[in-house]
């Protein structure tokens, strides 16, 4: 079931900068916090950053604060998550997902439980 559809991932170089789209085909994104997962093989999902509604309130990761941005684009109805001077250990499979049942707080990571909506993800490979 297609609910949130993730683009922009591929290899890139270590330092190298890729954009990831998520769009909602069905339902009007600006309505909902959104958040961007990753899960790398053998390691658990963990939750790098998130959007409020209002745009008031956005978390980022310790490991990715700094090198990696969370926007809206409302118009488009469609979140962005810009990622420069990527690291080998920002390759994972990249999520999108989307919830109205909990906030985006800047101080407490999202948890996979806070979101209904989901993406079938996006592969980033950082490698030389």
Known sequence: QVQLVE?????VQPGGSLRLS??????PLDYYVVAWFRQAPGKER???ACISRFDD??????SVRGRL???????KNTVYLQMNSLKPE?????YCAAGTRYICSAYSPPRSYEYDYW????????SS
């Open 69 to 75: 941005t969370i926007s809206r684009a409302n118009a």
């Open 22 to 27: 998520c769009a909602a085909p069905g339902f």
């Open 90 to 94: 920002d390759t994972a499979v990249y």
């Open 57 to 62: 309130s956005t978390y980022y990761a310790d």
């Open 119 to 126: 993406g079938q993800g996006t592969q980033v490979t950082v």
């Open 7 to 11: 683009s922009g991932g591929g290899l």
């Open 46 to 48: 963990e939750g790098v």
